[in-house]
């Protein structure tokens, strides 16, 4: 079973910056492609980014040039640095696994970690 826990979030005025962080205790962790998701208040989750295990990024473009995720192997944690944040990026942020085009088809989701961007 995936465990990842999320961390980082908080309040934070629009302009700033955030790091959030997903840590697992998988052994599988190194060589899965992982992503960032998140879901604000009536919405449906989405994709935010997406890693490779060769480091390969995609964004999605309301994010592109602002967020920047990354990976450290050896610590099994992928990051999610977030600038320049707007209230839209307001949401509860979730990593997960990255399955692709199929992502929606993963049931088993973490607690997530709160971000809010607001004055």
């Known amino acids: 079973q995936v465990q990842l826990v999320e961390s980082g979030g908080g309040l934070v005025q629009p302009g700033g910056s955030l790091r959030l962080s997903c840590a697992s205790s998988?052994?599988?962790?190194?060589?899965?492609?992982m992503g960032w998701y998140r879901q604000a208040p009536g919405n449906q989750r989405e994709l935010v980014a997406s890693i490779t295990s060769a480091d390969r990024t995609n964004y999605a473009d309301s994010v592109k040039g602002r967020f920047t995720i990354s990976r450290d192997n050896a610590k099994n944690t992928v990051y999610l640095q977030m600038n320049s944040l707007k209230p839209e990026d307001t949401a509860v942020y979730y990593c997960n696994l990255y399955l692709g085009a199929n992502w929606r088809s993963i049931a088993s989701w973490g607690q997530g970690t709160q971000v809010t961007v607001s004055s």
């Open positions: 998988g052994s599988w962790f190194s060589i899965k492609p």
